[in-house]
């Protein structure tokens, strides 16, 4: 067991009382994690698997403010979350970025009905939207934060300039028009930087990942799922923040008033990473927000040197891990082709999927586009209450968060002692840039640019304290020929970033796999350094490789095959590399 999580449940064991138990531990649970910590609150967080690995890793890596919440004539969510994306820009710029966004226009009036049959509550499939409806959303979208204008206003062009720029778009797009968002590099990163910085800020509250909370009468009990170990638990108050989950921890736990009306409806979105040069180039470095045929949108922009593509929205009954189908992925294709029609796309062009239930309010929209991304509260009564997260997405988790702190104040009579709006996360703390903090980890650490580079657009100013664990040790060297990736940094996620599994470190810690960069070779490598961390026998290492595999070969449509073929092309270029010119 890993130095941190086991002086997490020594101190846990001399002292089992806290104020606040939070239930989830994707990005609402930690935010409110941090939120009830700061204002000087003793706070349990458990989450059964890791951090950020549920809902919360599968969202369309947007920080936005939201314009088509506009149609639902959801005003105050709009401005919530531009001032939230705002922040996130100011609070953790190695992470989030700025991303301009080009919406393809193809009529002039069309759609103009959309925002009042949104008033009027009716739920039915949106017209296309036109110019002008467009024009007028977007002037609204600035008139928000015309006060405190972070990003560049929206532009229009026509359709020989919008040509010009984009030569390889549809032929049916008569103009379009251009404004700014923001993209987040690695979502789980953020989810994982809130809990550390709980750690350090506020160390008599813990957060937890792989283990669960079981209720006895007023009393919980507490299972550390990698070794079955139980500590008895008592909390004043209980946040339910299970996300997708909410309505099965809810009865976990003792809401004995349930009826079986749930307050969480789900959809499914899922989304494509593809490898496609010319797709990549075609973007011109935006991200395009267009409308598929059915009138769900859908986004493409540039991550990470591939494409992000989606998404899908499709109503779920019963929340559950789930995966990108066939049916799907053509249907993603087949948008992005509509869009580019020259261009070609393949399947065998997806190198990573990925898939996940949106946790949203209860609805009976017909139309999934028209539930609510909004957020609320709600309060369960009992010897220990609880208060359910309802709703939020990525962008607004701080202010839910705060809404959430507030009701929790308020129901153990505490006053407010911190804010967390200016609050930097993580490696944005002193953030200078990332060309500036790379020239920087060179000078002090003799890395190469290219190590330099992705340390600083994975850990920010973080990575200084990484380099400065790595340096000397021996295994300070890459995993493979091509990987900057080392056995020593792999020690230092386990030591200090809570990684217990393989899987915590290739999906959630790195981008090898979201990139395409995973192969057999590779989590050969990550088993062996982490199993040396771990002290794993050759069973639990046999194990965990074989975890992962059906992992991604269940969840993210990457099979054996792929992985043994991308260790084979990996060992052809070398050889290739270092034959004499």
């Not at 669960?212 to 339910?240: K, S």
């Not at 609050?423 to 640019?449: K, W």
């Not at 050759?538 to 260790?567: F, K």
Request: with cysteine; hydrophobic share 40%.
């Amino acid at each position: 067991m890993p130095l941190e999580r086991h002086d997490s449940f020594d101190k846990i064991r001399e002292n089992a009382r806290f104020d606040v138990l939070v239930v989830g531990g994707g990005i609402n649970g930690l935010g409110v994690y941090r939120e009830l910590a700061l204002q000087g609150l003793r706070v349990l967080l458990v989450e059964r698997n890791d951090f950020c690995s549920g809902c919360s890793a599968a969202p369309s890596r947007m920080i936005h403010g939201g314009l088509r919440y506009l149609e639902n004539g959801e005003f105050g969510l709009v401005k919530e979350s531009l001032a939230e994306r705002d922040a996130l820009l100011r609070n953790a710029p190695h992470l989030v970025r700025p991303l301009p966004t080009t919406i393809p226009i193809s009529s002039v009036f069309s759609g103009m009905l959309n925002a009042a049959a949104g008033f009027l509550g009716q739920s039915g499939k949106p017209a296309r939207r036109g110019a002008l409806p467009v024009k007028i959303g977007l002037t609204l979208y600035d008139l928000v934060t015309r006060r405190r204008r972070a990003l560049p206003p929206h532009q229009f062009r026509n359709g020989r300039t919008t040509h010009e720029k984009w030569p390889a778009l549809s032929p049916e797009v008569r103009c379009s028009a251009s404004y700014h968002d923001a993209w987040i590099s690695y979502p789980e990163r953020l989810g994982l930087e809130l809990v550390l910085d709980t750690a350090r800020m506020a160390p008599e509250s813990h957060a937890l990942n792989y283990a669960v909370i079981t209720r006895d009468g007023d009393q919980f009990t507490l299972t550390d799922r990698e070794n079955g170990d139980t500590l008895p638990i008592a909390a004043r108050l209980v946040v339910n923040a299970a996300g997708a989950w909410l309505d099965e921890v809810r009865r976990d736990l003792g809401d004995a008033a349930q009826n079986g009306t749930p307050m969480v409806s789900g959809t499914k979105g899922s989304h494509l990473i593809v490898d496609n040069p010319a797709l990549h180039a075609a973007l011109g470095g935006h991200m395009i927000f267009f409308e598929n045929s059915d009138g769900r949108v859908c986004i493409m922009f540039p991550y990470l040197g591939k494409v992000l593509a989606g998404s899908t929205d499709i109503r779920v009954e019963t929340p559950t891990r789930t995966a990108c189908t066939e049916l799907e992925r053509r249907y993603i294709l087949e948008a992005v082709g509509r869009v580019f029609p020259d261009l070609p796309l393949a399947e065998q062009d997806i190198v990573f999927s990925y898939s996940g239930i949106r946790p949203l309010p209860q609805s009976n929209q017909a139309f999934t586009g028209r539930i609510s991304r909004g957020h609320f509260t709600h309060r369960i009564d009992g010897a220990v209450p609880q208060i359910c997260m309802v709703g939020g997405k990525w962008t607004t988790f701080r202010a839910f968060a705060e809404q959430t702190t507030d009701a929790v104040l308020a129901e153990l009579v505490r006053a407010r002692v911190a804010h967390t709006a200016k609050l930097p996360i993580g490696g944005g703390r002193n953030f200078p840039g990332s060309a500036a903090l790379r020239l920087e980890l060179r000078r002090d650490f003799g890395v190469s640019e290219e190590r330099a580079a992705r340390m600083a657009e994975t850990y920010g100013t973080r990575a200084q304290d990484v380099l400065a664990f790595c340096a000397g040790r021996a295994d300070d060297r890459p995993l493979t020929s091509g990987c900057t990736l080392t056995a020593a940094e792999i020690a230092w996620m386990t030591a200090h970033e809570r990684a217990l599994h393989l899987s915590d470190v290739v999906l959630r810690r790195s981008d090898l796999a979201i990139t395409g960069q995973i192969s057999t070779e590779l989590i050969n490598g990550i088993a062996d350094a982490m199993g040396r961390a771990l002290d794993w026998s050759a069973q639990q290492r046999a194990a965990e490789i074989a975890a992962l595999g059906e992992e991604l070969h269940r969840y993210h449509g990457v099979s054996p095959q792929v992985l043994d073929q991308r260790s084979t092309q990996r060992r052809t270029e070398c050889a290739l590399a270092a034959r004499p010119a």
